[in-house]
């Protein structure tokens, strides 16, 4: 018989990125009182992953959980960059309702779309927090139009249309149920949860089952499976079997040895969980997402949605440069192949393939940003290992028709700016879809673009737009492959030879072009160490001294002045590089270099390919 269990709530925090998810979480933990009065709380607790902190996003997933009254309230922080997406996916299995954070002044943007788009197809109700609403711009009720335009649009059904509208402060912790009326703290939130939330139904006389939508990484215990418990109750030294919906002939028998319970920040161990409870469970070595976990008697899986395909993929190489090995800690493709396939148990919209060389893997993700952020991770880690440019997974139709994934890229500019955006997004195949003012003189342009087409294109747009426009963009399918496009304008400066950059040899290259390196850096022929402002690439000579004779001194070389270097981001870098060059990443640096490094095999190469 289903029950409802009343005392515990399960909920998922969605929005788009930057709409102040995190933050909101943050004040759901103070106010419930899982910090001490005078506990020294660092800003967005949830974001634990130190690039997360840095560029101010969410990758993973998080789970948190805080007691209101009587109720538990187990709360999950969802990313809102459309390349994790499949983290967002998967988690909404795990709760009973959504609350959806738009920007008072931003309303709804693509990202909100997405996410929402998920939690309704998932029938789950939704509560909608206006946050920022103390922003000097602000317009809520704006805001509350364009969100129910777009819960029309996503043909949800009459329920959750009549969905509570919930204005916050998060950064202030406030919350109402008025837009004109600030409020003093987050209770109006958290009665809202509570009224409107549904508590969590289950069986508990039934068989176990607990789907897991969710891993953890512990490098002491492994992996950690985290899902709710949809029927029945699980405990400690339970004898019970891994079933996968996915995979009919999977079965296999495996023992609870431990299971933890969330409770503010931290995982507490429990003995047993039952009905609406959300468990982490470790002890299964190879447990993996949409895996069900059901008593030995009745072994019934879960229905679980399958994850995204990837659309872009980079070869991640060893590193086999003149200075490889010097500055790694892990330099093999022993190592390299490990730390690939030990991301799999965490990241579950990753491929990685091996290919016809030991050194080289394909790894395949979500876009850029995803792929740039296991590179940062693993070389903060110590790993040395070489990339090449990002490159989109194409697919065939029955007619063999070749297929590349598409975007819709919203972008938010200056007016004086328009144009020059929709210049260079045209020139990259993409399609103005529509056009139109938005608040503060900006203008808001919707292109349908091939992915590839955006691949490089961030940090020129930052440069188009002076800092001032925002680029989002979201996965729309595949569709006709749109023809041959130039990625770069710019050649490459070349070294020419191994050695030590010098004043004197870079005085006369920054002539020819923008230097990335400066005096003293080591250089090898074949390395990139400048960009040209012509198309072609051109070889020069770095190390170049100045001849001495009886009438010139060494200290001569003082008298030059050079241009301060380029400092390329790892982003910037993965966007700049060509097809025949490859980015050699180490712990202390980025260096670009051309695949083939020797002059000679390179012009071959290049008269190969264009005969």
């Known amino acids: ?132 609403i103390d922003r000097p711009e602000a317009r809520p009720d704006e805001v509350v139009d364009e969100v129910l335009e777009l819960f029309m649009d996503l043909d949800a059904s009459d329920e959750q249309l009549d969905c509570p509208f919930v204005f916050a402060s998060a950064k202030a912790g406030t919350s109402s149920l008025d837009s004109k009326v600030q409020g003093k703290d987050m209770v109006p939130l958290f009665e809202t949860i509570l009224d409107y939330i549904p508590a969590p139904k289950g069986d508990p006389d039934e068989g176990t089952q607990v789907l897991i939508s969710t891993i953890d990484y512990n490098e002491y215990v492994g992996r950690i499976g985290v899902g709710k418990v949809d029927n029945g109750s699980i405990k400690v030294n339970q004898d019970v079997v891994l079933v996968n919906h996915h995979d009919r002939d999977f079965c296999k028998k495996v023992k609870i040895s431990k299971l933890y319970e969330f409770d503010g920040l931290n995982k507490v161990e429990v003995n047993e969980a039952s009905i609406g409870s959300i468990v982490a469970i470790s002890g299964i070595p190879d447990i993996k997402i949409g895996d069900t976990i059901c008593s030995p008697e009745k072994p019934e899986a879960i229905p679980f949605q399958k994850i995204s395909e990837p659309t872009i993929s980079m070869n991640f190489m060893v590193n086999d440069s003149p200075l490889a090995g010097q500055e790694g800690k892990y330099v093999t493709s022993r190592h390299l192949r490990d730390r690939l396939f030990r991301e799999l148990n965490t990241d579950v919209s990753l491929r990685v393939e091996e290919t016809d060389s030991t050194d080289v893997f394909k790894v395949s993700g979500r876009g850029e940003l995803h792929l740039s952020v296991l590179i940062e991770n693993m070389r903060r880690e110590g790993y040395e290992f070489a990339v090449s440019k990002a490159e989109v997974l194409y697919k065939y139709d029955e007619r063999n028709q070749k297929l590349e994934p598409m975007e819709l890229a919203y972008v938010d500019v200056p007016e004086e700016f328009s144009g020059n955006v929709i210049q260079k997004l045209s020139s990259r195949k993409g399609e103005l879809q529509g056009m139109s003012a938005i608040n503060g003189g900006y203008t808001r342009l919707e292109f349908e673009i091939p992915s590839r087409g955006l691949i490089g294109y961030r940090s020129e747009f930052m440069t188009d737009t002076k800092g001032n426009g925002i680029l989002n963009t979201m996965f729309e399918g595949y569709g006709p492959y749109k023809g041959d496009m130039m990625y770069r304008k710019q050649g490459s400066l070349i070294a020419f030879e191994a050695g030590e950059a010098i004043t004197y040899g870079l005085f006369n290259a920054q002539e020819r072009g923008t230097l990335f390196i400066e005096p003293g850096e080591k250089v090898y022929a074949g390395m990139v160490v400048g960009q040209t402002g012509k198309s072609e690439d051109i070889e020069i000579n770095v190390c170049k001294k100045k001849q001495l004779t009886n009438t010139r001194s060494s200290s001569a070389d003082e008298a030059l002045r050079l241009t301060p270097k380029k400092v390329l981001s790892l982003e910037q870098a993965l966007e700049f590089i060509d097809t025949d060059e490859l980015l050699e990443i180490t712990p202390e640096n980025l260096r670009i270099r051309k695949k083939i490094l020797d002059s000679l095999k390179r012009k071959r190469a290049g008269f190969s390919r264009n005969s």
């Not at 954070?101 to 309303?107: L, N, T």
Request: overall charge neutral; proline content about 2%; charged content about 30%.
């Open 1 to 132: 018989m289903r029950q409802s269990r009343e005392d515990i709530r399960n909920v998922a925090i969605i929005a788009h990125v930057d709409h102040g998810k995190t933050t909101l979480v943050d004040e759901l933990l103070k106010q419930s009182g899982v910090f001490r009065d005078n506990q020294e709380v660092q800003e967005r607790v949830m974001d634990s992953n130190d690039i997360e902190r840095e560029r101010g996003i969410t990758i993973l997933s998080k789970n948190t959980a805080v007691t209101y009254g009587k109720t538990k309230i187990n709360i999950i922080d969802t990313p809102g960059h459309a390349d994790f997406g499949g983290e967002v996916e998967r988690v909404l299995k795990m709760v009973n309702g959504v609350i959806l954070v738009v920007d008072a002044f931003e309303g709804v943007m693509p990202q909100t779309k997405f996410v929402l788009s998920k939690a309704l197809e998932l029938r789950l109700p939704v509560i909608v927090c206006v946050n920022k």
